[in-house]
């Protein structure tokens, strides 16, 4: 139990971080070194500027788009190879667990943004992140740990198909779900994935879709009525709309949480409005999960992303133990 008279406590307390990009989990100093063992020209050859370049300081970004051309656009770049993928992936499981006791971590990423337009091989990218996964789970046997791979909206439909067949292909090898993000685009129709995500569920798949972020609430009711996932990456416009919100308690669909993620894009715009939007979610009777949408890159880590809550009291001490629970029974992973 997490006491709230020691608020270090969640530092020695077993968490699960559902929610966590790989373009947004690895420490700039292993980035910097994995662009240069393989050569790639970066725009600086100052450390204390690339470091800026790969994290997001506070209010120097508005909005998913910005996010993804700004900061994503470097760290995936980096990313975009079997060299630089398995070490990566095994960093960021070993170091969250050594550092911050997370033993049930699902990473998730786009295998078609880090296979520079079709240059390289899909299946390659991906081998070499099960294999950096496989390392980590034998380096630290008391974590559990998987990868969710990530379609977008930025992708036509045959590549996100490709990327769906890909998951199932690697299922037995540790790939636990499928997931949507990038910015709302007039090009991407949800409606055209329903079947899609409801044959991953039934072929046991997890889905989880990012949706409810920011926008309008449109896709997000869809999401929940049609495809009704497992859970929801952020969902938090759902605060707007009781009808929402009572579909999402039905339908038991868990919502994952990011707080600083939330505040460094600007969705939401201040801790009185966190309070209030989380607030509304909670009380509505949604199972909320928190998470870190990408520690390093948000500068931040999850249990102090739990204490901010704590801190702020938008939360007390004895409902994060019922979200840290949440995330335990909400995760992909076998129990
Ligand atoms: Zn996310």
């Known amino acids: 139990m997490l006491n709230k008279n020691k608020p270090n406590a969640l530092k020695r307390m077993p968490l699960a971080d559902l929610h966590s990009h790989m373009g947004g989990a690895v420490a700039a100093p292993i980035l910097w070194t994995l662009a240069h063992e393989q050569g790639i020209k970066l725009p600086t050859k100052n450390y204390w500027d690339f470091e800026k370049m790969v994290t997001v300081q506070k209010s120097d970004l508005h909005g998913m788009a910005a996010l993804d051309r700004e900061k994503y656009y470097w760290t995936e770049l980096i990313q975009s190879s079997p060299l630089a993928m398995e070490p990566a992936v095994r960093q960021t499981i070993g170091g969250a667990y050594r550092a911050h006791n997370i033993v049930r971590h699902e990473i998730r990423y786009s295998p078609m943004k880090r296979n520079r337009g079709g240059e390289r091989d899909l299946d390659y990218i991906i081998l070499a992140s099960i294999n950096g996964l496989e390392r980590a789970l034998l380096e630290y046997p008391e974590v559990k740990a998987g990868i969710i791979l990530m379609l977008d909206r930025e992708f036509s439909f045959a590549l996100n198909e490709i990327i769906y067949h ?42 989880t879709i990012h949706t409810g972020e920011e926008g309008n609430l449109k896709e997000m009711a869809l999401v929940v009525q049609q495809i009704e996932p497992q859970r929801i990456g952020h969902g938090i416009l759902a605060h707007k709309d009781k009808r929402l919100l009572a579909s999402l ?60 809550l704590v801190e702020h009291k938008i939360f007390s001490a ?4 019922g979200l840290i629970k949440n995330s335990f029974a909400a995760t992909f992973l076998k129990k």
């Open 318 to 321: 004895k409902e994060i133990n």
């Open 166 to 207: 890909k998951a199932i292909k690697y299922q037995p090898r540790g790939i636990i779900g499928i997931d949507v993000a990038g910015p709302l685009s007039t090009k991407f129709h949800m409606a055209a994935y329903v079947d899609l995500f409801r044959e991953a569920k039934q072929r046991g798949l997890g889905v």
């Open 249 to 308: 308690r039905e339908k038991n669909i868990v919502l994952e949480l990011c707080p600083t993620s939330n505040l460094n894009i600007g969705v939401i715009k201040d801790i009185k409005t966190m309070k209030r939007v989380y607030r509304t979610l909670f009380t509505a009777g949604i199972k909320l999960t928190i998470n870190t949408d990408g520690p390093e890159m948000h500068g931040t880590n999850l249990w102090r992303e739990y204490n901010l």
